[in-house]
């Protein structure tokens, strides 16, 4: 049956009867799903065409922002607490691996790979030198030989090397040792601004919310028969680990960064993950 003269609710049903034929069974279930909560949203919060308009040319305004360097959508995902609401419900805590956190907007494929040991700072990089090892194991306690671990962080001015113009720095490629442990060089960790120049940046300003993130180096661990895991290493005692700009931060990955005698900083972890996902459905 046609309508026409829709109302609200109708307006509502029709919506959904012209979508029923959708073949793929995933997609129909989620533009279900966005259609029903987008309808609601906007019965319940009644925007003007005006502000209705304002929230389009912001979602305009933020893909006009985003780069080859700069995805500003993953940086709103991250701000409103999409990107860990995505992760608690994929990645889960039930096991005793170790938990996983926002991948964040500035990872990119294909970082160098150095041998254990060096240092993924470039002579004159702003910050204090910092040491940080650590193993990568499964649930058993056994060593991941091989592990290959992305690891990429900001400087002590607070900018990723995309960001400048310097080309890649503060970023690189490790493979675990045969018995599991890790090792490399870098700088200490230490608080920034997430960018703030944009769409995401007057939206967190006009929420009253700052853009700051604690200090945190970023971790991709891969390895065959384990399930990827992204997570950060955040410093124990930085004044921002209470108010995240991205709700980032869990307990069990905040850490010590110690000066040690020679004045470097120096940093231990063991990264536990878990088998991978087909593995553990047999």
């Given at each position: ?7 609200e ?154 960001q ?67 997570t ?15 709700f ?13 005698g ?13 088998p ?7």
């Open positions: 049956m046609t309508i026409r003269n829709f109302s609710d109708t307006l509502t049903a029709e919506v959904l009867r012209r979508i029923e034929g959708t073949p793929n069974a995933r997609l129909k279930e989620v533009m279900t799903s966005l259609v029903k909560h987008l309808h609601a949203f906007v019965r319940e919060v009644r925007p003007t065409p005006e502000e209705w308009f304002t929230g389009i040319k912001f979602l305009t305004d933020t893909g006009h922002w985003c780069d080859d360097k700069r995805q500003e959508y993953i940086l709103m995902s991250d701000t409103l607490g999409v990107s860990m609401l995505v992760d608690f419900i994929h990645y889960g805590n039930d096991t005793n691996a170790t938990e996983s956190t926002v991948l964040g907007p500035f990872f990119v494929e294909g970082a160098p790979e150095m041998p254990l040991g060096a240092n993924i700072a470039r002579p004159g990089t702003p910050g204090e030198p910092c040491y940080v090892s650590g193993t990568v194991s499964g649930l058993d306690g056994k060593p991941v030989a091989g592990a290959l671990l992305d690891i990429w962080e900001a400087g002590g001015d607070g900018y990723y090397d995309v400048k113009p310097e080309g890649t720095n503060l970023r690189a490629r490790f493979r675990a040792g045969a018995d599991g442990k890790f090792h490399f060089r870098c700088v200490r960790p230490s608080s920034y601004p997430v960018p703030h120049d944009g769409p995401v940046g007057r939206m967190l300003a006009a929420t009253g919310r700052h853009p700051m993130r604690p200090g945190h180096l970023h971790f991709m661990l891969q390895a065959p028969g384990y399930d990827k895991l992204w950060h290493l955040f410093v124990r005692g930085d004044e921002f680990l209470d108010s995240d700009a991205v980032g931060v869990k307990d069990s990955l905040v850490i010590d960064f110690r000066r040690n020679s004045g470097v900083y120096e940093a231990s972890y063991d990264f536990v993950l878990k991978s996902s087909a593995i553990r459905q047999k």
